[in-house]
């Protein structure tokens, strides 16, 4: 590429007298220093151009850009994305090794093990598949009624049978497999996992839960 001459520097005047030119010369015009090649001045929008006596260009031109104007938006893929409801993700699954006489006391750790670790009280829900929680039983004593008001409420660890259907979800399930029979606990489970938001731990035999739910549960 041929080199293009530096221009002269141009400083800033210091006051003082100003040459002025000799009466009857020009100042001459400084002329714009040569680029590489002779370059077209840009044409300004809306100008004509020049002249090829082609007129179908123009018209093909014209036909491209009217169609290109045309053509309808991309659809961006976050919107429909947007439109498509996100899948429940799979609770962890915790088996907390325990027989049918110590499956409760293992789930009373587990909420222990839970509130010592931050978690909330309300995030909290334990289900037994045999007897009753003996915190159930006492509060079932004073009727139906205010029992499920404290579920309703929210605001503390809440025991139900694993057959309640008025039980709601929550954060936590705990199941105690304390008795019931064979049926019983293998439907018991499943509901459990669809009421467990995050983490559903099971406290009973290892060899009988996952003879129950089965290898791909």
């Known amino acids: 590429m ?3 001459p530096e221009e002269p520097q141009i400083h800033e ?3 003082g007298p100003r040459a002025t030119p000799a009466a009857g010369r020009t100042a001459p015009t400084p002329r714009p220093v040569p680029g590489p090649g002779p370059r077209p001045a840009p044409r300004r929008p809306g100008s004509p151009g020049p002249n090829r006596g082609s007129a179908g260009t123009s018209s093909a031109q014209s036909q491209r850009t009217t169609s290109d104007a045309t053509k309808p938006l991309p659809t961006a893929p976050a919107a429909s994305a947007a439109k498509t409801p996100a899948a429940k993700a799979t609770p962890q699954i915790q088996l907390i090794p325990a027989t049918v006489e110590g499956a409760l006391d293992a789930a009373d750790e587990a909420v222990d093990l839970l509130l010592d670790s931050g978690r909330a009280p309300a ?5 037994t598949t045999g007897e009753q ?10 009727g139906e009624a205010s029992y499920w008001a404290q579920h309703d409420a929210g605001d503390d660890v809440f025991y139900a049978d694993a057959d ?3 039980a709601k979800g929550r954060p936590v399930v705990i199941v105690a497999v304390n008795g019931g029979a064979n049926d019983a606990v293998a439907h018991a489970l499943p509901e459990a ?25």
């Open 133 to 142: 929680h003996p915190w159930a039983a006492h509060e079932l004593s004073f």
């Open 13 to 15: 005047s210091v006051p």
């Open 123 to 127: 995030d909290i829900l334990v289900l």
């Open 164 to 166: 309640a259907d008025r």
């Open 2 to 4: 041929p080199l293009i």
């Open 193 to 217: 996992m669809g009421r467990a938001g995050t983490l559903l731990i099971v406290c009973g035999d290892p060899k009988r839960i996952n003879t129950l739910i089965g290898p791909g549960a």
